[in-house]
C-alpha cells in the first residue's frame, strides 16, 4: 500500500508507504512504514521511494566541484570555508608538489576559488584538489549564494538554462555543487545575472520556468520579448545531473541502486520526472509560492 | 460533568487557545517560525547544522543541537532583567531534550545545530509553544527528522482537568502537565508536572494533553504546507 | 566574523564607484520601510520595525523609581540592546557586545539628547518617585544597518507608550487601574547611517556593504532639522567634506524617515 503520489509534497514523519516498498534517501523504515524524513517532494520509482529536499546543507562529495573561499593560511595548507558544515583543506602539495613556496603569495585569506573536492575523511572535512579544467582562483566577478539542492535546476538539462543566460548576458558563470556561482562580465550584466538567478532559486519548483527566465532576459537586455520561433516548444524542465559539472558520486550512487533494485529497464527517478509531473500538474504556470512573496509576513497581532 | 465546566476565557476544558504558526519568517537563519497561542507570540531560529567551535559539545558519529530559549524584557507583565536565569536555562535544556529524539544527524557528524527561541511576549505556555515553533523552524531548515515534535499541556484548574492552561489557569491552577510528543508513534519527549494531581487525574491530563498535541500538530503541517505549496 | 571574500569586496567598491549599489537603490535611497505599533500586548510601549531585511523590535516597560540625585525632578531613560543570535550567524549568545553597547548607546543619545521625551512630567514625587523607562531592542534578523532600524523602532513605541495615571495617597503612589495618559513627546528624530566604500558615503548600508566599508558615520536629526547625535564609526578616517556631505543629505532624508512615524 502507497500513501503518496509521485511529486507530492512530504513533510518529516509522514507515512509513505507500507513494508513492499523499498525505502531511499530522505526516508526511513519504522515499525513497516516508509516514512519521510526530509521536507519535500517524493520520487517514486517501482518499489523504491525518496524524499528530494527542498532545502538541504552541503555535504562535501568526492568528485564534486566547488567554490570555497579561504579562510586562514596554514603552514602547509589553506583553511577553505565551502559552504558546508564541514570547512575544506587545500594542501599545499595539491598545488605546488613538492615544491617549497610561500603559501600566502600564491592564495590569500578571502580570495576565492574553484576546487574539485578529491576525498572526505569520516569526520567529512573534505580534502580539496585543482586538478581539473577552469580550478584555481577567481579573478572579479561577482558570488551569488543559492540553496545546493537548487543547483540542477540553475543548471538546467544538459546545461540549457546556465548556457541560456551565458549566451544572453555574455556572462562568465561557474557553478559549484555546493551553492555558491561565479558570475564574471560587464557590471549590469552581472547584477542581471545574480537577480536571474535568486528567481530561479525562488521557483526551482514552477513550470514553464526556462521560458520564462528567457522572456526576463530578452526584455531585461533587448527590450522586448524573444521572437516567437524562438520560444522553445518543448519546456526544458529538468533537474538532470548535469553534464558540465561532475556528479560522479551521485551518478555512483544511482547505479548502485539500480543494481540494488535490479529494475534497471526503468529509466532512472530525479527532480526531472517530478517536475516534469508538475508541470503537467500545474499547467497554467502556477507557481509553487516559493519564496519571498510568502517570506516575512509574520505580523505580531495587535491588541 | 466536566464537559459543562466553562473556563475563565470561555473555552470547554478540551479546547484550545486560538493558534496561529507561520514558517520561514526570518532572512538570516536557515530556518525559522512564528507561533502565537493565546497571548503567546513565540519567535524561532535554527541554524544549522554547522561547524562550531565548541569542540567538548561535538560528537564523533553525528550532529548535535543546542537550545536557547530566552524571555525579552518586555514578555511580561514586570520586565524581565535581560539574559539566562535558572528557569530559562532549565527549559533550553528540556527543550532540546524534547526535541532530540526526532532528529537524524547521523549524515552530519561534528556538526551542530543552534535553536534559538525568542519569547516575544508571554502569556502561560511558552515551553510547549516554544517547541512546536522550534519544530516547524527545524524542518524550514532542512534538517532530517522522524517526526515533527509538538507540545502542549494540560493541567487542574477547580478540581477539573483541562487543555491547554492560559496564564491565569496556570497561576491560580492546581497543577500543570505539560507535555511533548512525537505525534506518529506518540512517543512523550517532554514531560513535567508541578502540583497535585490523583493517579486517575494525572492519566486524564495526560489523555487530554496528547489529543491537544495532535490538534497542534495538524496546524504544525498546514504551516509548512502553505509555506510550501499552492494548495 | 565572516571574512569578506576579495572579489565582493571589489565589486562593491566598483559599484559604488559608478554611483551603483549590488541591490540596484541609489547612493542616497532607503531599503523599504515599515513600522508597526502596539505589537506586544504586555509593553506599554512597542513597535516592529522592518527595514529591507532588517527587522528589530522595541519594547517599553515603565517601572517607579527614584531620580537621580542630581535631577530630582526627572524620570529617567535607559536603553538596552540584545543584538540576539538569532538574528545573525555570527551573533553569540551571552552579555551584550560591544557592537550592541554602542548601537544602544547611539540610539540613546538621539532621544535624550533632542530632549523629545519630557522627561518633567515623568515625575510622581519630586526627588522620591519618578517613572523610569526600560526601553528594550530586540534585533531579530540583521540585513545591514540596525541603527536606523534602532532608531525608528524606538520612536515609533515612544509615540504609542501609554503610562498608568500615578497619584500620591498618603505617600503612597497609587497606580490608576483603567486611567493612562500619553508619553509626552514634543519631537521627532531619526538617524541615518552612512559608510564610507571608495571615496563615496552611501546610506542606509546592506549588510554585505557594512562589511565592505571601513568607516561608518551616524547622524541623529531631529523633525526640526537640529542635528541631535553623531558618532563615527569603523577603522578609517573620514575628511570633512564626508562628514559635511552626510550632514546635509541627512538633514534632508530624516524629513522622508519621520514620515513613516
Given at each position: 500500500?502507497?500513501?503518496?503520489e509521485?511529486?507530492?509534497?512530504?513533510?518529516?514523519?509522514?507515512i509513505?508507504a507500507?513494508?513492499?516498498y523499498?525505502?531511499?534517501?530522505?526516508?526511513f523504515?519504522?515499525?513497516?512504514?516508509?516514512?519521510?524524513?526530509?521536507?519535500?517532494?517524493?520520487?517514486?520509482r517501482?518499489?523504491?521511494?525518496?524524499?528530494?529536499p527542498?532545502?538541504?546543507?552541503?555535504?562535501?562529495?568526492?568528485?564534486?566541484?566547488v567554490?570555497?573561499?579561504?579562510?586562514?593560511?596554514?603552514?602547509?595548507?589553506?583553511?577553505?570555508?565551502?559552504?558546508?558544515?564541514?570547512?575544506?583543506?587545500?594542501p599545499?602539495?595539491?598545488?605546488?608538489?613538492?615544491?617549497?613556496?610561500?603559501?600566502?603569495?600564491?592564495?590569500d585569506?578571502?580570495?576565492?576559488?574553484?576546487?574539485?573536492?578529491?576525498?572526505?575523511?569520516e569526520i567529512?572535512?573534505?580534502?580539496?584538489?585543482?586538478?581539473g579544467?577552469?580550478?584555481?582562483?577567481?579573478?572579479?566577478?561577482?558570488?551569488?549564494d543559492?540553496?545546493p539542492?537548487?543547483?540542477?535546476?540553475?543548471?538546467?538539462?544538459?546545461g540549457?538554462?546556465?548556457?541560456?543566460i551565458?549566451?544572453?548576458?555574455?556572462c562568465?558563470?561557474?557553478?559549484?555543487?555546493?551553492?555558491?556561482?561565479?558570475?564574471?562580465?560587464?557590471?549590469?550584466?552581472?547584477?542581471?545575472?545574480?537577480?536571474?538567478?535568486?528567481?530561479?532559486e525562488?521557483?526551482?519548483?514552477?513550470?514553464?520556468?526556462?521560458?520564462?527566465?528567457?522572456?526576463?532576459?530578452?526584455?531585461a537586455?533587448?527590450g522586448?520579448?524573444p521572437?516567437?520561433?524562438?520560444?522553445e516548444?518543448?519546456?526544458?524542465?529538468?533537474?538532470?545531473?548535469p553534464?558540465?559539472q561532475?556528479f560522479?558520486?551521485?551518478?555512483?550512487?544511482?547505479?548502485?541502486?539500480?543494481?540494488?533494485?535490479?529494475?534497471?529497464?526503468?529509466?532512472?527517478?530525479?527532480?526531472?520526472?517530478?517536475?516534469?509531473e508538475?508541470?503537467r500538474?500545474?499547467?497554467?504556470?502556477?507557481?509553487l509560492?516559493?519564496?519571498e512573496?510568502?517570506?516575512?509576513?509574520?505580523?505580531l497581532n495587535?491588541? | 460533568?466536566?464537559?459543562?465546566?466553562?473556563?475563565?476565557?470561555?473555552?470547554?476544558f478540551?479546547?484550545l487557545r486560538?493558534i496561529?504558526i507561520?514558517?520561514?519568517?526570518?532572512e538570516?537563519?536557515?530556518?525559522?517560525?512564528?507561533?502565537?497561542?493565546?497571548?503567546n507570540?513565540?519567535?524561532?531560529?535554527?541554524?544549522?547544522?554547522?561547524?562550531?567551535?565548541?569542540?567538548?559539545?561535538?560528537?564523533?558519529?553525528?550532529?548535535v543541537?543546542?537550545?536557547?530559549?530566552?524571555?525579552?524584557?518586555?514578555s511580561v507583565?514586570?520586565?524581565?532583567?535581560?539574559?539566562?536565569?535558572?528557569?530559562?536555562?532549565?527549559i533550553?535544556?528540556?527543550?532540546?531534550?524534547a526535541?532530540?529524539?526526532?532528529?537524524?544527524?547521523?549524515?552530519?557528524?561534528?556538526?551542530?545545530?543552534?535553536i534559538y527561541?525568542?519569547?516575544?511576549e508571554?502569556?502561560g505556555?511558552t515551553?510547549?509553544?516554544?517547541?512546536?515553533?522550534?519544530?516547524?523552524?527545524?524542518?524550514?531548515?532542512?534538517?532530517?527528522?522522524?517526526?515533527?515534535?509538538?507540545?502542549?499541556?494540560a493541567?487542574?484548574?477547580?478540581?477539573?482537568?483541562?487543555?491547554?492552561?492560559s496564564?491565569?489557569?496556570?497561576?491560580?491552577?492546581?497543577?500543570?502537565?505539560p507535555?511533548?510528543?512525537?505525534?506518529?508513534?506518540?512517543?512523550?519527549?517532554?514531560?513535567q508536572?508541578?502540583?497535585?494531581?490523583?493517579?486517575?487525574?494525572?492519566?486524564?491530563?495526560?489523555?487530554?494533553?496528547?489529543?491537544?498535541?495532535?490538534?497542534v500538530?495538524?496546524?504544525?503541517?498546514?504551516?509548512?504546507?502553505?509555506?510550501?505549496?499552492?494548495? | 566574523?565572516?571574512?569578506?571574500?576579495?572579489?565582493?569586496?571589489?565589486?562593491?567598491?566598483?559599484?559604488?564607484?559608478?554611483d551603483?549599489?549590488?541591490?540596484?537603490?541609489?547612493?542616497?535611497?532607503?531599503?523599504?520601510?515599515?513600522?508597526?505599533?502596539?505589537?506586544?500586548?504586555?509593553?506599554?510601549?512597542?513597535?516592529?520595525?522592518?527595514?529591507?531585511?532588517?527587522?528589530?523590535?522595541?519594547?517599553?516597560k515603565?517601572?517607579?523609581?527614584s531620580?537621580?540625585?542630581?535631577?530630582?525632578?526627572?524620570?529617567?531613560l535607559?536603553?538596552?540592546c540584545?543584538?540576539?543570535?538569532?538574528?545573525?550567524?555570527?551573533?553569540?549568545p551571552?552579555?551584550?557586545?560591544?557592537?550592541?553597547?554602542?548601537l544602544?548607546?547611539?540610539?540613546?543619545?538621539?532621544?535624550?539628547?533632542?530632549?523629545?521625551?519630557?522627561?518633567?512630567?515623568l515625575?510622581?514625587?519630586?526627588?522620591?518617585?519618578?517613572?523610569?523607562?526600560?526601553?528594550?531592542?530586540?534585533i531579530?534578523?540583521?540585513?545591514?544597518?540596525?541603527?536606523?532600524?534602532c532608531?525608528?523602532?524606538?520612536m515609533a513605541?515612544?509615540?504609542s507608550?501609554?503610562?498608568?495615571?500615578?497619584?500620591?495617597v498618603?505617600?503612597?503612589?497609587?497606580?490608576?487601574?483603567?486611567?493612562?495618559?500619553?508619553?509626552?513627546?514634543?519631537?521627532?528624530?531619526?538617524?541615518?547611517?552612512?559608510?564610507?566604500?571608495g571615496?563615496k558615503?552611501?546610506?542606509?548600508?546592506?549588510?554585505?556593504?557594512?562589511?565592505?566599508a571601513?568607516?561608518?558615520?551616524?547622524?541623529?536629526?531631529?523633525?526640526?532639522?537640529?542635528?541631535?547625535?553623531?558618532q563615527?564609526?569603523g577603522?578609517?578616517?573620514?575628511?570633512?567634506?564626508?562628514?559635511?556631505?552626510?550632514?546635509?543629505?541627512?538633514?534632508?532624508?530624516?524629513?522622508?524617515?519621520?514620515e513613516?512615524?
Amino acid at each position: 500500500m502507497i500513501y503518496v503520489e509521485n511529486k507530492d509534497l512530504v513533510i518529516p514523519g509522514q507515512i509513505l508507504a507500507d513494508d513492499e516498498y523499498y525505502s531511499g534517501r530522505g526516508t526511513f523504515k519504522d515499525n513497516g512504514k516508509v516514512c519521510s524524513s526530509l521536507m519535500g517532494l517524493v520520487s517514486l520509482r517501482n518499489k523504491k521511494i525518496r524524499v528530494i529536499p527542498l532545502k538541504s546543507k552541503y555535504v562535501p562529495k568526492k568528485g564534486d566541484v566547488v567554490i570555497g573561499k579561504i579562510n586562514d593560511v596554514r603552514f602547509s595548507m589553506w583553511d577553505v570555508n565551502i559552504n558546508s558544515p564541514y570547512s575544506g583543506i587545500l594542501p599545499a602539495f595539491e598545488v605546488f608538489g613538492r615544491e617549497k613556496k610561500e603559501l600566502n603569495k600564491v592564495f590569500d585569506v578571502g580570495d576565492v576559488l574553484f576546487l574539485r573536492v578529491v576525498d572526505v575523511d569520516e569526520i567529512k572535512k573534505a580534502k580539496l584538489g585543482l586538478k581539473g579544467r577552469g580550478m584555481g582562483k577567481f579573478k572579479g566577478g561577482i558570488i551569488v549564494d543559492i540553496a545546493p539542492t537548487k543547483v540542477p535546476r540553475l543548471i538546467g538539462k544538459k546545461g540549457s538554462m546556465i548556457n541560456m543566460i551565458k549566451d544572453k548576458t555574455n556572462c562568465k558563470i561557474v557553478v559549484g555543487q555546493n551553492g555558491l556561482v561565479w558570475v564574471k562580465g560587464d557590471e549590469d550584466m552581472e547584477q542581471l545575472t545574480k537577480n536571474i538567478i535568486h528567481l530561479i532559486e525562488a521557483e526551482a519548483h514552477t513550470s514553464g520556468l526556462t521560458n520564462k527566465i528567457k522572456n526576463k532576459l530578452y526584455l531585461a537586455i533587448d527590450g522586448e520579448l524573444p521572437p516567437e520561433e524562438n520560444q522553445e516548444a518543448e519546456e526544458e524542465f529538468v533537474l538532470e545531473k548535469p553534464k558540465l559539472q561532475n556528479f560522479k558520486e551521485e551518478l555512483e550512487q544511482e547505479e548502485k541502486e539500480a543494481e540494488e533494485s535490479k529494475e534497471e529497464k526503468e529509466d532512472k527517478p530525479n527532480i526531472a520526472e517530478v517536475i516534469e509531473e508538475l508541470k503537467r500538474k500545474n499547467k497554467k504556470d502556477n507557481p509553487l509560492s516559493y519564496g519571498e512573496s510568502s517570506k516575512n509576513s509574520f505580523i505580531l497581532n495587535n491588541k | 460533568m466536566m464537559s459543562e465546566m466553562i473556563r475563565e476565557d470561555g473555552r470547554k476544558f478540551d479546547e484550545l487557545r486560538p493558534i496561529k504558526i507561520e514558517a520561514g519568517v526570518l532572512e538570516r537563519a536557515d530556518g525559522s517560525a512564528y507561533l502565537e497561542v493565546g497571548g503567546n507570540k513565540i519567535l524561532v531560529a535554527v541554524y544549522g547544522p554547522r561547524e562550531s567551535y565548541i569542540r567538548r559539545l561535538l560528537e564523533p558519529n553525528t550532529g548535535v543541537i543546542r537550545c536557547r530559549y530566552n524571555m525579552a524584557p518586555f514578555s511580561v507583565d514586570d520586565r524581565k532583567r535581560p539574559g539566562p536565569d535558572r528557569r530559562s536555562s532549565e527549559i533550553s535544556k528540556i527543550t532540546a531534550d524534547a526535541l532530540r529524539p526526532a532528529l537524524m544527524l547521523e549524515n552530519y557528524p561534528r556538526s551542530m545545530i543552534d535553536i534559538y527561541i525568542e519569547v516575544i511576549e508571554a502569556e502561560g505556555g511558552t515551553r510547549c509553544a516554544g517547541i512546536t515553533a522550534a519544530s516547524v523552524a527545524l524542518v524550514d531548515a532542512g534538517v532530517p527528522m522522524k517526526d515533527i515534535v509538538v507540545g502542549c499541556a494540560a493541567g487542574k484548574v477547580n478540581d477539573e482537568i483541562v487543555l491547554d492552561l492560559s496564564e491565569v489557569e496556570d497561576k491560580e491552577g492546581q497543577a500543570d502537565v505539560p507535555i511533548a510528543m512525537m505525534p506518529r508513534t506518540g512517543e512523550i519527549t517532554l514531560l513535567q508536572s508541578d502540583g497535585d494531581l490523583t493517579e486517575e487525574e494525572f492519566a486524564k491530563a495526560i489523555d487530554l494533553a496528547m489529543e491537544g498535541c495532535r490538534q497542534v500538530s495538524e496546524l504544525q503541517k498546514e504551516a509548512l504546507m502553505k509555506k510550501y505549496s499552492t494548495e | 566574523m565572516d571574512i569578506v571574500p576579495e572579489i565582493t569586496r571589489q565589486s562593491i567598491t566598483n559599484l559604488v564607484k559608478n554611483d551603483k549599489r549590488e541591490d540596484g537603490r541609489e547612493l542616497t535611497e532607503y531599503r523599504d520601510i515599515s513600522i508597526e505599533t502596539n505589537v506586544i500586548s504586555k509593553a506599554e510601549g512597542s513597535a516592529r520595525v522592518k527595514l529591507g531585511g532588517t527587522q528589530v523590535i522595541v519594547g517599553i516597560k515603565p517601572q517607579l523609581g527614584s531620580p537621580f540625585p542630581d535631577t530630582p525632578d526627572l524620570g529617567v531613560l535607559m536603553t538596552n540592546c540584545e543584538m540576539l543570535p538569532m538574528a545573525d550567524p555570527t551573533f553569540e549568545p551571552g552579555p551584550p557586545s560591544d557592537d550592541s553597547i554602542e548601537l544602544a548607546r547611539v540610539v540613546d543619545r538621539g532621544i535624550r539628547e533632542s530632549e523629545l521625551v519630557e522627561l518633567d512630567k515623568l515625575c510622581v514625587e519630586e526627588g522620591k518617585h519618578v517613572w523610569m523607562l526600560f526601553i528594550d531592542l530586540h534585533i531579530i534578523d540583521n540585513c545591514g544597518n540596525l541603527f536606523d532600524a534602532c532608531e525608528l523602532a524606538v520612536m515609533a513605541a515612544l509615540k504609542s507608550t501609554k503610562l498608568p495615571v500615578a497619584t500620591i495617597v498618603d505617600e503612597e503612589v497609587v497606580l490608576s487601574e483603567d486611567e493612562t495618559f500619553d508619553l509626552p513627546i514634543n519631537n521627532e528624530l531619526a538617524l541615518c547611517t552612512f559608510v564610507k566604500i571608495g571615496d563615496k558615503m552611501i546610506i542606509d548600508p546592506t549588510l554585505s556593504e557594512e562589511r565592505v566599508a571601513n568607516a561608518r558615520l551616524n547622524v541623529g536629526v531631529t523633525k526640526d532639522g537640529h542635528i541631535c547625535s553623531m558618532q563615527k564609526g569603523g577603522k578609517e578616517p573620514l575628511t570633512k567634506d564626508d562628514v559635511l556631505y552626510c550632514v546635509n543629505t541627512a538633514i534632508e532624508k530624516v524629513k522622508d524617515l519621520i514620515e513613516y512615524l
